[in-house]
């Protein structure tokens, strides 16, 4: 058995969310399926290095699967895209160690959060941004409020309250705001991510961007360990999972 590691973009536009799930067009369901094919075996699964939402895209989702078959490594992404719809695409794919874990491996993650100050929003673009309307939000007291966030907090204030998981620490190592022509962008950098917990992020920084809240608001909302106290998620559709990152 040799383990395959992959590289994935997606337009999330048309999943319901990564995760496979009955009844439902996900893009793992979409992988899975392209990689029975090309085994002809139905037992054949990938793994993730974490889910998304329904409507969430990714540039660099990293997934891993066991093969038993002797396809030479330059022919497993033209194998798979040959499969997949042209709303999945295989970027990379190389051989790893056994060892290696597309979730339990990574060591960090890279998502951006982006919003449109277009006056008139084209179609094309109404699904990869959201679009600001008649708000204009003050840059650089976003900037000010996501100093806050930097660091290793916990962060129940900034997650779902349906959030499995009971240990909501995290470090977050970078964070900024900048704009590219008509695009805000938000860049996040962190060791992981809980459930909700990058749109909850953007969501309060645009939240202090347009005046409804102060700066300072965002660290005694990041102290009081309450979902309650943080405003609602950004759109799903304003985020991408940009890169993981492993140490080998």
């Known amino acids: 058995m040799k383990r395959v590691k992959a590289t994935v973009a997606y337009d999330g536009t048309n999943f319901s969310g990564y995760q496979s799930q009955p009844g439902m067009r996900t893009v793992q369901a979409e992988i899975d399926k392209a990689l029975r094919k090309i085994h002809k075996e139905d037992s054949v699964f990938s793994v993730a290095s974490g889910r ?3 409507g969430v895209h990714a540039w660099g989702q990293v997934i891993h699967f066991d093969t038993p078959l002797g396809l030479p490594l330059d022919r497993w992404k033209t194998a798979l895209n040959v499969l997949l719809p042209r ?3 295989i970027l990379d ?9 597309a979730r339990y491996s990574a060591t960090g993650k890279t998502y951006q959060f982006k919003w449109s100050s277009s006056e ?4 094309f673009e109404r699904n ?3 679009h600001l309307e008649r708000w204009r939000p003050d840059i650089e007291r976003m900037r000010e ?3 806050y966030f930097i660091g290793t907090h916990d962060f129940t204030s900034y997650c779902s309250s349906k959030t499995a998981t009971s240990n909501k620490v995290r ?3 970078e964070l900024t705001l900048q704009r590219k022509g008509e695009e805000l962008i938000m860049t996040i950098e962190g060791d992981g991510f809980l459930y909700n917990m990058v749109r909850t992020i953007a969501g309060m920084l645009f939240a202090v961007g347009i005046g409804w809240n102060e700066p300072i608001d965002l660290k005694e909302i990041l102290e009081a360990k ?6 609602k998620t950004a759109p799903a559709h304003g985020l991408y999972l940009m890169n993981v990152t492993y140490d080998k």
Not at 93 to 101: I, R, T
Not at 120 to 123: G, L, T
Not at 226 to 231: E, H, M, T, V
Request: aromatic residues 8%.
């Open 52 to 54: 998304t939402d329904a």
């Open 87 to 89: 709303d999945v695409r």
């Open 93 to 101: 794919a190389v051989f790893v160690d056994d060892d290696f874990h």
């Open 120 to 123: 008139v929003q084209s179609p």
């Open 128 to 130: 990869y941004a959201v």
């Open 145 to 147: 409020a996501a100093q």
């Open 171 to 173: 470090t977050v190592r």
């Open 226 to 231: 309450d979902r309650n106290k943080a405003g």
